[in-house]
């Protein structure tokens, strides 16, 4: 049964369709559809995760297409991991919205004491979750590929602490980087346990490649992936060379920090106008209302991260960003 908060229409262009990735399903981790490759040498073991929600196409065809180069890494240890898979194997271009969970949002599950509640549903994501947990507990760098509604310009959503952009400045791409904590109604797992941890060497990234369906989302996908790997420093320097030179040069990086996370209250939540995200606004405009409840802009230069469709209570609406020095 599709969940209701999943069953509204979409409009917008389908333009990639998803690769078969049931081929993995076995892996040789100890956990379904999660594949890693050892160089038996010092360094560390990466993380290439796709399809947290099963509609987020971009990041099952780059993991597909990295695991069919066959790479060894030189150092370290690489992994890829198709997380969802559930949802992902239910998508339908027809209705490609419902596929993005079964149960519940994969992406809420990894805050303290969440996995572990003996209390909590039981639902499709919380075994997949509870599954990969273990595994995810050895990684010492994720990048976690994602994508986004509305069309917009791909961003690198670096967490909560100063060594995510860090991070993100050595991979080099996109040029927006955000710093920001995530969501109200639950934490993210590129946000996990020592990933936010700013004492900790573990970091993670994750990349919203553009909107769902358009076809340079994948491209953005597999060019972040082979800089991530490149800056980790376990696969040659010139990996990925003959690809990422067909890719248009890199525009220098702007950084942003989440100031305030628009939660919905109200079942009369409506924006003022149809955003799509990234625009830049001056202080005081209105973004939105919520029942009585104004939503105007609170920086001087206010940004739009991301803007929702799915306006239900409890859900982020939007989060509003500011321009950062790095």
């Known amino acids: 049964m599709t969940d209701p908060l999943l069953d509204y229409h979409n409009d917008l262009p389908v333009e990639l369709s998803p690769p078969d990735i049931t081929e993995y399903r076995e892996g040789n981790s100890g956990v379904e559809y999660v594949q890693t490759m050892d160089s038996g040498t010092p360094g560390p073991h990466v993380l290439i995760s796709a399809v947290v929600h099963g509609n987020e196409l971009c990041g099952a065809i780059a993991a597909d297409w990295l695991l069919q180069q066959a790479v060894e890494p030189v150092a370290g240890r690489l992994s890829v991991g198709f997380m969802n898979v559930e949802a992902y194997l239910s998508y339908d271009s027809n209705h490609p919205n419902r596929s993005r969970w079964v149960d519940e949002d994969f992406n809420r599950l990894w805050g303290p004491g969440v996995l572990a509640d003996p209390k909590r549903r039981?639902?499709?994501?919380?075994?997949?979750?509870?599954?990969?947990?273990?595994?995810?507990?050895?990684?010492?760098?994720?990048?976690?590929?994602?994508?986004?509604q509305q069309p917009c310009v791909p961003l690198m959503m670096a967490g909560m602490v100063a060594k995510g952009r860090d991070l993100a400045a050595q991979v080099g791409i996109p040029s927006a980087v955000i710093t920001d904590s995530g969501h109200t109604e639950?934490?993210?797992?590129?946000?996990?346990?020592?990933?936010?941890?700013?004492?900790?060497t573990r970091n993670a990234l994750l990349i919203e490649c553009g909107q769902h369906w358009e076809r340079s989302a994948a491209d953005v996908a597999k060019a972040t992936m082979v800089r991530f790997l490149r800056a980790s420093k376990i696969v040659e320097n010139d990996f990925g060379h003959d690809w990422l030179k067909t890719m248009p040069a890199a525009p220098a990086q702007a950084f942003y920090k989440v100031g305030e996370i628009v939660t919905v209250e109200s079942d009369a939540f409506i924006f003022d106008r149809p955003?799509?995200?990234?625009?830049?606004?001056?202080?005081?405009?209105?973004?939105a209302r919520d029942g009585s409840r104004l939503i105007t802009a609170p920086f001087d230069t206010t940004v739009l991260i991301m803007p929702s469709k799915r306006l239900h209570p409890g859900k982020t609406a939007v989060r509003l960003a500011h321009p950062i020095s790095q």
Not at 122 to 133: G, K, N
Not at 135 to 145: G, K, N, R, S
Not at 186 to 200: C, E, H, I, L, T
């Open 275 to 287: 955003w799509k995200g990234f625009e830049h606004l001056a202080k005081d405009t209105l973004i």
């Open 186 to 200: 639950g934490m993210r797992m590129r946000d996990y346990a020592a990933f936010r941890d700013p004492d900790s």
């Open 122 to 148: 039981i639902t499709s994501e919380l075994r997949r979750a509870r599954a990969v947990q273990p595994f995810l507990a050895t990684v010492d760098l994720l990048l976690d590929i994602h994508s986004m």
